[in-house]
């Protein structure tokens, strides 16, 4: 991989699942003298650091792998808020008809121009 950042994503997202399958049974190496007495508290350090180093890239890497069902978070297209819409608008869950709520309070507040003072 010629890109730095996209080779260090990979590096730290491989690293982040040696970890945990290590932290998950680790008795063998503990057995076998590989880790000693504190391995464990470094071991949980690690993890914790690589998913902090992966926090601000979650998105994009729910976004890499292609599926059927289309994300709303975010895609190449840009078009996150007009895909938002049209899967509520075509969501199972929109069946009932509209609170009366929304037409009370909702909607007047979506067509101000202007919030009344106070």
């Known amino acids: 991989m010629q890109d730095t950042n996209g080779r260090d994503l990979y590096m730290t997202v491989l690293a982040n699942f040696a970890l945990n399958f290590i932290r998950e049974d680790s008795n ?3 057995e076998a003298g590989f880790f000693t007495k504190g391995s464990g508290d470094l071991l949980e350090q690690a993890y914790a650091q690589t998913l902090t180093d992966l926090r601000p890239q979650i998105v994009n ?11 709303t ?17 075509n969501s199972r869950l929109n069946t ?7 037409h009370t309070h ?11 003072k106070l």
């Not at 978070?73 to 608008?89: P, R, S, W």
């Not at 009932?96 to 929304?102: A, F, R």
């Open 61 to 71: 890497l729910a976004e890499l792998v292609p599926c059927d069902v289309a994300s």
């Open 28 to 30: 063998l190496l503990y």
């Open 96 to 102: 009932g008809k509209v609170p009366e709520l929304y």
């Open 106 to 116: 909702i909607k007047p507040v979506m067509n101000m121009v202007q919030l009344p």
């Open 73 to 89: 978070i975010g895609n190449k297209y840009g078009d996150i808020y007009e895909q938002q819409y049209d899967t509520a608008v």
